[in-house]
């Protein structure tokens, strides 16, 4: 069964930083562009970062850009979102999603995206 878990979600106060992850098990994430999204109540989920599959290049939404940092280590089938400087508008639940079909770079569309974690809590908040 192929499966996505998010961990590393929690209460930061303004400034802060965190590092989510996102654990495969079933398949192996070499082969898979790996996206963050997140989604705050009221709103509708967007495109964070992704990662691709082929040569780890990466997007960033400009609202994160110079602050969050996406990575993988393939060893231990997991990537990582390292979150820096963190504002109370970054607070929402951040899903991970895998997909395979886009041969060049990286989506942050989540229509392209076929497996899905079930999203941890990041708030932002003094």
């Known amino acids: 069964q192929l499966q996505l878990v998010e961990s590393g979600g929690d209460l930061v106060q303004p400034g802060g930083s965190l590092r989510l992850s996102c654990a495969a098990s079933?398949?192996?994430?070499?082969?898979?562009?790996i996206g963050w999204f997140r989604q705050a109540p009221g709103k509708e989920r967007e495109g964070v970062s992704c990662?691709?599959?082929?040569?780890?290049?990466?997007n960033y939404a400009d609202s994160v850009r110079g602050r969050f940092t996406i990575s993988r280590d393939n060893a231990k089938n997991t990537v990582y979102l390292q979150m820096n400087s963190l504002k109370p508008e970054d607070t929402a639940v951040y899903y991970c999603?895998?997909?395979?079909?886009?041969?060049?770079?990286?989506?942050?569309?989540?229509?392209?995206?076929?497996?899905w974690g079930q999203g941890t809590q990041v708030t932002v908040s003094s």
């Open positions: 990662i691709s599959s082929r040569d780890d290049s990466t």
């Open positions: 999603a895998a997909e395979s079909s886009v041969q060049v770079g990286c989506l942050m569309m989540p229509l392209v995206y076929d497996y």
């Open positions: 079933g398949f192996t994430l070499d082969y898979y562009a």
